[in-house]
Each structure stands twice: as structure tokens, then as C-alpha cells.
């Protein structure tokens, strides 16, 4: 749900608030903006979606508003932009960057990756294929590109920041302008080599005001902001590590300069996506900018049986809040168990052979292990066999029933 600035403004005065029909824009229904307000709250938290976007300040941020405002985004909510316009996603893992001798983010090396995938995107507007004609036109004129990054959870992880910290806001926000500003710098370079974007010369002023906004939320001059609404945080000129802070100005710097002299060959640079498919791929122990939801995670896979993975930034997180190695290792095996029956206090082999099951048995439950959801899968006719079951007094139709759970007998 888009929300206008002027709906906060009825919500904070107790009014009520005008329902309008999409076709006609005619007032059909009046409610109070306190109760709409609590309704839409409820059904974000029932379904985990976060629900609102800041329709004000989307706007105050758009880049290209001559030819309309920005009405609506993707399904996920990374791209906002002007309607039958689409972009290319690429995103970063950040862990990739930290350095864990140093204890550093690697600056150069990430401000480098951002000018190279910025590259790529732009390349990747002429070899795209869009859903309509439309859209490709409104692209091409436009060539807005998506680079963005995953695994920031992960990344405070390692460092031994809580998610919910200034420490780690100061942290996100200053990577998060370095991409930022080094994407628009790189955009900036394309275009004195090849050309703006072809509708940048009637969204110039905009677009130049739109950069020296995000020069001056990295300098954290607030009273230097031009045509916002709502003035944003700039960046913490003091949590934020020096290295991250003064790339991150150094990018916006050269993109302020750059842009206003050739202009950019691309609308929109950058967006952070959910990334939960290829932060698989990339091996992210978190997805986007969110924390992890679960330190042990269950993957089945495709020829059955499921894969237990733990957050490999554990360990180092462990180690980087003074935990020991050995009070690591308990940890990390308590989380996500140890993989054997051996030492085990109640399902052990030696309980097992006294209910019958053989030396063979308890190899392949051995086996089975690792890959086990539970236990109560792992004793099963899939994995023990018919013949153990029969001999363990079960007759066929028992064992083959729907509600069989041999574990729990």
C-alpha cells in the first residue's frame, strides 16, 4: 500500500480519511485514519509482508519526473521507477569484502566490483528481452540498471554487531552509499564516453538535485537538502568506519562532478533485492539487508532426504565476541547437533542393540544421519529396510501405515 505523507498528517490529527475509486478518483467511502491505520498494521504482521511504501518520499527521490511521477514498484519492491520501464538485477556478497585479519571492509575492492557491474548492467540494457514494446522503449530511453547486494546480515554477523544497532545502521548505510555513489560515478564516466541516457536532458535539473541530496546525506548536511518532504538521516559522521564513511564521499564527490558535466547514462543505478535465490547461489548465510531468520536451516533436496546448515557466520561471529574454541565447537554442535548416535543420551547404540536392532542397523542409521530432518524420518522403513522392521516384530501392513513412527515406540 502507497501512502502519501498527507495521510500521516490526518493519522497524527485523529481525521478521517477519503477512500477513492481507482477509475474516477471519486470519494466512496470515509474512514478514520487511526482505524485504516491499525487494519493495514495487522495485515502486514499476519502475512510478513512488510506492506508500506512512502509515497511522498519516493517521489521526492525520483530522478526523472518529467514524464510522470513513480506509481507503483515491482512485486519485491526493490525497483521503483516510472510505469513500462524495467531493470537487470545484480547484487554483491558483502562477506566477500570483509577482510577477518584486519577486521576490515575491503573499500577499494568493493568500490572497483560496483564500477564493474555497473558496467555489466549497462551492457546487459541492449541484450535484454522485455515482456512489450513499451517496456523496451521506456527502458532503452531511460536504461535503468539494478545493482544492489546481499548477505549484510551475515556481514554485522562476523563483526560481532547486533542487527538493531546504530553501530550496525552506521555500518549499512555507509556501504549502502558507497555502492550508491560509485554506481552513479561509473554511470557518470559511461556517459562522456557514449552519451546520457536519452531522456536525461529534460530530467537534468532533477536528477542533479536527486545527487546532491545523496552528497549531502553522506556529508550529513541536513540543512542543505533541496525539495524533500521529509529530511533522511544522513550518514554518522562518527559510527560510521572512516574508510566506508570517506569512500562513500569521495563517490558521491566525483558523481556530482562528473554528472554535471556529461550527464549519466543511467536513470536509476542502483536497488536492493530480496536476493533469496541467488543468495543460494552465492553462498549468502542471509539474504538482502535482512538477519538471518534461523541459525540452523533444513534444505531438501532434490533426490529426497533434507541437508542441515548452519549459519557459517557463527563461528566467527563466536570467536569475534571472545568466545573460546572450545566453547565454539559445543556451541556450533548444540545448534546444529552432532551428527552421530555415539554419546548420545538416550538414543544411543547401546540402547539400540538391546532393543534388537543389529551392528548393520545402526550403520545406515549412521549413514542417514547427516542428511536427516529429525529423528522420527531417520527411523523409518526407508532407511532401516522391511527386513529390520519385521524383525523387530512389525508386521507389513504396521510398518506401511500412514501413522507408523517407529521412533516413537
Not at 394 to 406: N, W
Amino acid at each position: 500500500m502507497r501512502i502519501p505523507n498527507a495521510f500521516f498528517a490526518a493519522l497524527e490529527q485523529q481525521q478521517d480519511w477519503p477512500l477513492k475509486a481507482r477509475t474516477t478518483g471519486k470519494v466512496v467511502k470515509t474512514v478514520p485514519a487511526q482505524t485504516l491505520w491499525q487494519q493495514l498494521n495487522e495485515a502486514a504482521w499476519a502475512c510478513a509482508d512488510p506492506g508500506v511504501q512512502f509515497d511522498t518520499t519516493i517521489n521526492d527521490w525520483h530522478t526523472c519526473p518529467a514524464e510522470g511521477r513513480i506509481n507503483a514498484s515491482n512485486p519485491c519492491s526493490e525497483y521503483m521507477f516510472l510505469d513500462n520501464t524495467a531493470c537487470n538485477l545484480a547484487s554483491l556478497n558483502l562477506l566477500a569484502f570483509y577482510h577477518q585479519e584486519r577486521q576490515e571492509f575491503d573499500t577499494d575492492a568493493f568500490a572497483h566490483a560496483c564500477r564493474l557491474w555497473t558496467v555489466v548492467l549497462e551492457i546487459s540494457v541492449l541484450m535484454a528481452q522485455f515482456p512489450s514494446e513499451a517496456v523496451a522503449l521506456r527502458s532503452y530511453q531511460y536504461r535503468t540498471i539494478g545493482l544492489g547486494y546481499a548477505n549484510l546480515g551475515a556481514l554485522l554477523m562476523v563483526q560481532g554487531l547486533p542487527y538493531d544497532s546504530n553501530a550496525a545502521r552506521a555500518l549499512a548505510a555507509g556501504i549502502t552509499s558507497l555502492m550508491t555513489g560509485a554506481s552513479y560515478q561509473t554511470s557518470a564516466e559511461l556517459a562522456a564516453a557514449a552519451g546520457p541516457f536519452p531522456k536525461f536532458s529534460q530530467n537534468r535539473a532533477s536528477m542533479l538535485r536527486v545527487i546532491r541530496n545523496h552528497q549531502h546525506a553522506a556529508y550529513n548536511l541536513p540543512d542543505q537538502y533541496e525539495g524533500l518532504s521529509t529530511q533522511p538521516l544522513g550518514l554518522d559522521q562518527d559510527l560510521c568506519p572512516p574508510n566506508v564513511l570517506a569512500a562513500a564521499k569521495h563517490a558521491w564527490a566525483e558523481a556530482l562532478r562528473l554528472g554535471g558535466l556529461h550527464g549519466f547514462r543511467n536513470a536509476q543505478a542502483t536497488v536492493i533485492a530480496p536476493t533469496g535465490t541467488i543468495g543460494l547461489l552465492m553462498d549468502c548465510d542471509t539474504t538482502g539487508v535482512e538477519p538471518d531468520f534461523a541459525l540452523v536451516k533444513y534444505k531438501k533436496l532434490a533426490g529426497g532426504g533434507y541437508f542441515k546448515i548452519i549459519n557459517q557466520s557463527l563461528p566467527q561471529a563466536l570467536e569475534r565476541l571472545g568466545y573460546p574454541p572450545s566453547h565454539i565447537e559445543a556451541i556450533v554442535k548444540y545448534a546444529k547437533g552432532h551428527a552421530t548416535l555415539t554419546g548420545a543420551p538416550h538414543v544411543h547404540p547401546e540402547a539400540l542393540v538391546a532393543l534388537g536392532f543389529l551392528p548393520e542397523d545402526i550403520e545406515r542409521l549412521e549413514t542417514a544421519l547427516p542428511t536427516a530432518y529429525d529423528l522420527a524420518s531417520l527411523f523409518s522403513t526407508n532407511v532401516l529396510g522391511e527386513a529390520c522392521l519385521e524383525r523387530l516384530g512389525f508386521a507389513l501392513a504396521h510398518y506401511q501405515s500412514t501413522s507408523f513412527q517407529l521412533y516413537r515406540r
